[in-house]
T-cell receptor, first 109, second 114 residues
């Protein structure tokens, strides 16, 4: 089976940088995705890593190390609107996305 | 235009009733999904359809039956509703059946069973 571990909660100050880690166990790993979900909203896609390294999209970056079965989402210049839940999810071959339990990020002034 | 839409947005019903949730996507995607998100926000896939064909059916009670009249629609019918069915149900779609594809989620249907 597949399993993912990510912190349940993270708090950070507006303007700061925060890193949300995700470790996974799966066979036939294909890629690691990140989704954002605001309270009462739907999950929305943020990033996808299939290869080792850092992918940058604006204030958000995502990193993957396949050898360590580890990835992280980096959010820079935090804004209050970044307060949300962040889910890592793995794809393995043709199996559907398996989501982690989510990390609730609270951005404080 | 809404990419993935679901109706209804809220559904409150009594135990034992039968209800349906509808989903439509206008993205031209081939694959559609149903997810259940429980009160702890755990998001779990229930079903996946590719071009109207069922390709994934996770461990879900057979009271749940998906129906795909065409590749733009995937409806979910639930028989004999139970208290534990209370959750948010999300429909999603992706371009192809390769699950590494980005998934686009609908706004969710909040189901409360009393």
């Amino acid at each position: 089976g597949q399993s993912l571990e990510q912190p349940s909660e993270v708090t950070a100050v507006e303007g700061a940088i925060v890193q949300i880690n995700c470790t996974y166990q799966t066979s036939g790993f294909y890629g690691l995705s990140w989704y954002q979900q605001h309270d009462g909203g739907a999950p929305t896609f943020l990033s996808y890593n299939a290869l080792d390294g850092l992918e940058e999209t604006g204030r958000f970056s995502s990193f993957l190390s396949r050898s360590d079965s580890y990835g992280y989402l980096l959010l820079q210049e935090l804004q209050m609107k970044d307060s949300a839940s962040y889910f890592c999810a793995v794809t393995s071959g043709n199996t559907p996305l398996v989501f982690g339990k989510g990390t609730r990020l609270s951005v404080i002034a | 235009d809404t990419a993935v839409s679901q109706t209804p947005k809220y559904l409150v019903t009594q135990m034992g009733n039968d209800k349906s949730i509808k989903c439509e996507q206008n993205l031209g995607h081939d694959t559609m999904y149903w997810y259940k998100q429980d009160s702890k926000k755990f998001l779990k896939i229930m079903f996946s359809y590719n071009n109207k064909e069922l390709i994934i059916n996770e461990t879900v009670p057979n009271r749940f039956s998906p129906k795909s009249p065409d590749k733009a629609h995937l409806n979910l019918h639930i028989n004999s509703l139970e208290l534990g069915d209370s959750a948010v149900y999300f429909c999603a779609s992706s371009q192809e059946s390769g699950f590494q594809e980005t998934q686009y989620f609908g706004p969710g249907t909040r189901l409360l069973v009393l």
